[in-house]
């Protein structure tokens, strides 16, 4: 086995382990730290496929900007969640089930599959390829991203704005 | 070299737990993490598809970017539209907020 195969299983361990926190942990606060772990390793496997760039920026916009926004919000809506309540629904072993299950044929399918791959080396400067390819190729939807950024923007600020009397 | 299913599985592994907090929380905020964890397994295929099947084609990368700011736009809604229920109806359980059952 050699050394990435291990890396990899330790981030996959460690996102796998972040992950299950995040929805099992009874304190909501908690669970954001155990997603933040998740994150993090996620951009660990990131950096594994060389995508680089793209883990600085899942760094960035979920360990940086989403954890506190969510914290925010817990922290703005806390008071209605008091210990004792049950954190999941009521349904939640039908849930486990149809989880376990989608896994399950995720799994088989994923195992017995067979894809195409090819190994090639990265070849030169990913991040100025990837910079090229979003005003080039990829330019009328990196422009409705960013129509889409700025709607999203406005309607949240719209939305959870006090209504003045 | 690692093989292109470990991706796969641990992506589809992610993507369960997701779906698991998705459907068991009560909370309205941890539905939502629920979702970005959903997305983000979505993120891990994208790229690693690209890297073994398609390498130096940046399609995966792109995607991932426009993906990103998808997943973005959806919290920053998605907990304002928590915000504006809890101040309304003083609950963010997902239970209690059937103001449209028929």
């Known amino acids: ?165 | 070299m690692i093989p292109l299913t470990w991706y796969l599985v641990l992506a589809a592994a992610l993507f369960c737990i997701g779906l698991y907090g998705v459907l068991a929380r009560r909370n309205a905020i941890g539905l939502l993490m629920g979702i970005e964890l959903m997305l983000n397994a979505a993120n891990i295929n994208l790229l690693a598809f690209e890297r073994y099947v398609a390498p130096n084609s940046l399609v995966g990368q792109a995607f991932v970017v426009f993906n990103i700011t998808v997943a973005a736009a959806e919290a920053a809604v998605g907990l304002a539209l928590i915000i504006a229920i809890y101040r309304s109806r003083d609950t963010v359980a997902v239970e209690d907020i059937d103001l449209l059952r028929g």
Do not use: C
């Not at chain 1, 050394?3 to 992950?19: D, K, M, N």
């Not at chain 1, 496997?45 to 760094?59: K, T």
């Not at chain 1, 925010?72 to 039908?94: C, E, G, S, Y």
């Not at chain 1, 090819?118 to 990196?142: K, M, N, R």
């Open chain 1, 1 to 165: 086995m050699s050394l990435t195969q291990i890396v990899f299983i330790i981030l996959a361990g460690l996102a796998l382990l972040g992950a299950v926190g995040m929805v099992a942990l009874r304190n909501l606060v908690h669970t954001v730290l155990s997603m933040v772990l998740a994150f993090l390793a996620v951009a660990g496997v990131f950096v594994l496929l060389d995508a680089g760039f793209l883990a600085m920026v899942q760094i960035l916009i979920y360990v940086g900007a989403l954890a506190i926004l969510i914290l925010f919000a817990i922290m703005l809506t806390r008071d209605m969640m008091d210990r004792k309540a049950h954190v999941n629904a009521a349904q939640w072993p039908l849930a486990l089930v149809v989880a376990a299950a989608l896994f399950a044929l995720l799994g088989v399918l994923l195992v017995g599959a067979s894809w195409p791959t090819v190994t090639a080396a990265i070849s030169g400067d990913q991040v100025v390829a990837l910079g090229e390819a979003l005003v080039g190729p990829y330019a009328l939807p990196f422009e409705a991203a960013s129509v889409l950024l700025l709607a999203a923007l406005i309607g949240a600020i719209v939305i959870a704005r006090e209504a003045r009397a």
